[in-house]
């Protein structure tokens, strides 16, 4: 009885049943990313913290990263101009798991960060994935998102890459950007360039027009994420406020990539 909530850093596939356990019994839930495997488990799990007036915190940490929600300040305010697309890398060496498979396992990050940024869910998804090491577990995926408006995202995952890249790239019709989570502490970096068409009507010809500027560097003050999220959990129990990261969004989230699908 005198424990008030738990933290659930289990396989994914273990999760409805530890959160469902513990909200039934009067605890918080602090749950890592993926938050369940179904959108019927996750849609379940909001309702039971909602009847028992919990904090369900899903735990996608960047969300709660200081670079990340400058980013999605940015775009908000019009920096980049109108977003065309987005490119996510996440790919390293393992680590394997036989509860998930890479989609499930690393690309939880980049859809919680893509719909975060801009502020809405995808209307169609799709993706396409491979297996290499162990049969019928995909090491190796890509994820393409539509956004109303037109934007788009493409997210690439891996455990098959000699090397480590957690790069953001986001195209706007005014500016760029890139984030680079391995090689630059808190670093934003915005680039002049892009493209546009420039028509003559005498000619009847098209033509691009090229801006490229310079390069302007955004550095953030470094808080770490996963305090963040701490923090905020034990803000919501003493206060009953919404976490920043809800059980809504990860919802969002388990649906998007069960929506998603892959070929083998």
């Not at 596939?13 to 890592?32: D, M, N, P, R």
């Not at 003559?200 to 994420?225: L, W």
Request: aromatic letters at 6%; charged letters at 25%; a positive charge.
């Amino acid at each position: 009885d005198r424990v008030q909530a738990v933290v659930i850093a289990t396989p994914p596939s273990t999760h409805y049943e530890i959160a469902s356990y513990a909200l039934t019994h009067g605890k918080h839930v602090f749950v890592e990313k993926p938050m369940v495997k179904t959108t019927e488990q996750a849609s379940q799990l909001i309702q039971l913290a909602l009847q028992k007036r919990l904090t369900l915190l899903v735990d996608h940490t960047y969300i709660y990263a200081k670079p990340i929600q400058k980013i999605q300040e940015l775009i908000a305010a019009g920096a980049l101009g109108k977003i065309l697309f987005i490119e996510s890398s996440r790919i390293n060496l393992g680590r394997f798991s036989l509860d998930s498979d890479v989609l499930w396992d690393l690309a939880p990050h980049d859809v919680s960060i893509c719909n975060f940024i801009l502020q809405k869910t995808p209307t169609a998804v799709a993706s396409y994935g491979s297996a290499h090491v162990v049969t019928d577990l995909r090491d190796r995926a890509d994820m393409r998102l539509v956004y109303a408006g037109g934007t788009e995202a493409y997210i690439r995952v891996s455990w098959l890459s000699p090397v480590k890249e957690r790069r953001l790239t986001i195209v706007g019709a005014k500016k760029m950007l890139v984030y680079d989570n391995v090689t630059a502490s808190d670093e934003i970096r915005i680039y002049d360039r892009s493209v546009s068409i420039k028509k003559n009507s005498k000619q009847k010809q098209t033509s691009f027009r090229y801006t490229d500027g310079g390069v302007s560097v955004i550095r953030v003050p470094h808080k770490e994420p996963l305090l963040e999220a701490c923090a905020d959990f034990i803000k919501c129990i003493q206060t009953g406020s919404r976490p920043r990261v809800s059980g809504e969004e990860g919802r969002q989230v388990v649906h998007i990539l069960e929506s998603a699908q892959i070929i083998l």
